[in-house]
């Protein structure tokens, strides 16, 4: 066979409003390919709560990789980020009740030399800013599957489905064959694209853009976890 013929989906907006769906089309190609495992990028754990859910009784692995504990901006104050942080206690224990591997590393194209600056000249920013154009959600998904295999959640070499989001939530799902960091550009590939936004916006902060859109009001509520 000289070709394979598989669909892509191009989210009009970028952001939160898409969590749900993108989690559908991953968790389908995931089992289309027969591939075990799925990693989420998950801030506060919404997203990988979401997953769950989407994954239940489908014998899909779920990984999720938070970022250390730290805040984010948003529209209503500051946004506490990373499942290590007290006020998501009980969701990461939900989360690992449910059988999900909680990863919390430091981000391969953000760690020290990003200490200079955001903007400054190290090899770190160069890579980020050419994956933003392919959008943010793009970048967060690599970054994801970079960790999960640093931390040995994943092998190196194994084909994933990676998730990542612009901001909050989900809008991007990648196939990957992933690696450790060091190794990079050597092995990582990205095999296919599932769905993405079309076009990946630059300004910041992203929820102000015209092309973003999401629930942020739920990100200043408590987490209403399901009974086990």
């Given at each position: 066979m000289k070709e394979i013929e598989r669909k892509i989906i191009y989210f009009?907006?970028?952001?939160?409003?898409?969590?749900?769906?993108?989690?559908?089309?991953?968790?389908?190609?995931?089992?289309?390919?027969?591939?075990?495992?799925m990693v989420v990028a998950s801030e506060t754990g919404r997203s990988a709560l979401k997953a769950v859910r989407a994954l239940e009784g489908k014998n899909i692995r779920l990984v999720v990789v938070t970022h250390p504990p730290a805040t984010t901006g948003g529209?209503?104050?500051?946004?506490?980020i990373g499942l290590s942080r007290p006020e998501y206690r009980e969701v990461k224990e939900y989360l690992e009740r449910?059988?999900?591997?909680?990863?919390?590393?430091?981000?391969?194209?953000?760690?020290?030399?990003?200490?200079?600056?955001?903007?400054?000249?190290?090899?770190?920013?160069f890579v980020d800013k050419a994956l933003e154009l392919?959008?943010?959600?793009?970048?967060?998904?690599?970054?994801a599957a970079l960790m999960a295999t640093d931390a040995g959640a994943v092998a190196a070499g194994d084909e994933v489905?990676?998730?990542?989001?612009?901001?909050?939530?989900?809008d991007t799902a990648l196939v990957v064959k992933t690696a450790y960091s060091y190794n990079f550009f050597m092995d990582f590939q990205v095999l296919e694209i599932i769905a993405k936004p079309r076009?990946?916006?630059?300004?910041?902060?992203?929820?102000?853009?015209?092309?973003?859109?999401?629930?942020?009001?739920?990100?200043?509520?408590?987490?209403?976890?399901?009974?086990?």
């Open positions: 009009r907006f970028r952001g939160e409003v898409n969590t749900q769906r993108v989690l559908e089309l991953a968790r389908d190609r995931a089992l289309e390919l027969g591939i075990g495992t529209p209503k104050g500051k946004i506490p449910k059988g999900a591997e909680i990863v919390q590393g430091t981000r391969p194209f953000g760690g020290i030399g990003r200490a200079l600056g955001w903007e400054a000249a190290v090899p770190a920013t392919f959008g943010a959600g793009t970048k967060i998904a690599l970054e489905v990676a998730l990542g989001g612009t901001y909050k939530g989900l076009e990946p916006g630059r300004r910041l902060p992203e929820y102000e853009e015209e092309g973003w859109r999401g629930d942020l009001d739920q990100y200043y509520r408590p987490i209403e976890l399901e009974a086990d």
